[in-house]
């Protein structure tokens, strides 16, 4: 069984703080994938990350960055310097295959409030 | 514009009634995807299609109906609503997955808030 697990489900931080968003997964599979996804309050799902199970190389995008550690099955989401646009739902997934099918199970997702 | 688009956006009615969500997209993508949002709950996975006719159940299928005739459209039918399946639909597409480790982001419509009386 496959489990994402986001243990934060409200966080609140001035602007320009950091902020780190948890996600812990549970999977006995060898390859499988991770996701985030951010949902502001328009309502749209946009895509901001994939990581499959062999590359466990940090990534930094701009104020975003990633921390991928296998070895404590989690996913870990910062963002430097927060601003007012980043308050959104964001939603950890996680996708292995199932069958014949890859199957995506997403987290219930951590509430970003950024206070100006 | 190339994307994927649902309609309605927002839709009220009764219990007992037919519903029928659309979704649409461009980017003739194998894969379609239909999911529920609920809080407390994240997006729960209603129906999905591998390609045209060919559709599987999801974690949440019961009361669903869906159907995919064409690459690009994948309706989801409630056929007689309940007013446990208000919800905001979402309808996602990917790419076929390519070889080795390779695996596409799925991209989601803008939603379909329902409203069950």
């Known amino acids: 069984a496959q489990k994402v697990t986001q243990a934060q489900t409200e966080i609140s931080v001035v602007e320009k703080e950091d902020v780190t968003l948890d996600c812990v997964y549970e999977?006995?599979?060898?390859?499988?994938?991770l996701f985030w996804y951010k949902q502001p309050p328009s309502g749209e799902l946009v895509f901001l990350i994939r990581?499959?199970?062999?590359?466990?190389q940090n990534e930094i995008s701009g104020r975003y960055s990633w921390n991928f550690q296998k070895s404590t099955s989690s996913f870990n989401f910062t963002i430097t310097a927060s601003q007012v646009v980043d308050s959104a739902v964001y939603f950890c997934?996680?996708?292995?295959?199932?069958?014949?099918?890859?199957?995506?199970?997403f987290g219930i997702g951590t509430k970003l409030q950024v206070i100006p | 514009d190339a994307g994927i688009t649902q309609s309605p956006r927002y839709k009220i009615t009764e219990t007992g009634r037919q519903v029928t969500l659309m979704c649409h997209q461009t980017?003739?993508?194998?894969?379609m995807f239909w999911y529920r949002q609920d809080l407390g709950h994240g997006l729960r996975l209603i129906y999905y299609?591998?390609?045209?006719?060919?559709?599987d159940k999801g974690e949440v299928p019961d009361g669903y109906v869906v159907s995919r005739s064409k690459t690009e459209n994948f309706p989801l039918t409630l056929e007689s609503a309940t007013r446990s399946q208000t919800s905001v639909y979402f309808c996602?597409?990917?790419?076929?997955?390519?070889?080795?480790?390779?695996?596409?982001?799925?991209?989601f419509g803008p939603g379909t808030r329902l409203t069950v009386l």
């Open positions: 996602a597409s990917r790419v076929l997955a390519g070889g080795g480790n390779s695996y596409n982001e799925q991209f």
């Open positions: 999977t006995r599979d060898t390859t499988y994938y």
């Open positions: 990581r499959n199970s062999f590359d466990e």
């Open positions: 997934a996680l996708s292995e295959r199932e069958g014949g099918y890859q199957k995506v199970t």
């Open positions: 980017w003739s993508h194998s894969y």
């Open positions: 299609s591998a390609a045209a006719d060919i559709t």
